[in-house]
């Protein structure tokens, strides 16, 4: 079979799939969000995680797909404040599950969530 015309196939069955995402929302701090999942039904869709920490029991999280919502922050996240809360908003679509808890946080979060996973695994 010809290379160029294997490279065509798998890019087609790629685009068929589809990009998946995680998917779901949280109220209470401490619960996970992105443990389900969803394949979005347009290839321009992206995936979005949405966070808002309102209080210290309550942090307000919602993920999936969407083309819409994602129009102003294609593959990058937005911070702001929303009456003097802080947010963040972040889309994706450079792979399947590109929203998870993770690809939302910057480098000292990433840092600071590490150091308390291995406080739980070494006591």
Do not use: W
Not at 55 to 63: I, M, Q
Not at 72 to 91: E, H, M
């Amino acid at each position: 079979m010809n290379a160029r015309l294997l490279i065509a196939l798998f890019s087609l069955l790629a685009v068929a799939l589809g990009l998946e995402c995680y998917t779901g929302f949280t109220y209470i701090r401490g619960q996970s969000v992105g443990t389900n999942k969803e394949t979005c039904s347009s290839p321009k869709d992206f995936c979005y995680n949405a966070t808002a920490d309102m209080t210290n029991l309550n942090l307000v999280s919602r993920s999936g797909c969407s083309n819409l919502l994602c129009k102003v922050a294609k593959n990058k996240c937005i911070d702001q404040s929303f009456l003097g809360k802080k947010t963040r908003f972040c889309c994706c679509n450079d792979g399947d599950l590109c929203n998870s808890k993770r690809a939302a946080m910057n480098t000292v979060e990433k840092f600071a969530d590490r150091m308390h996973d291995f406080s739980k695994i070494f006591g």
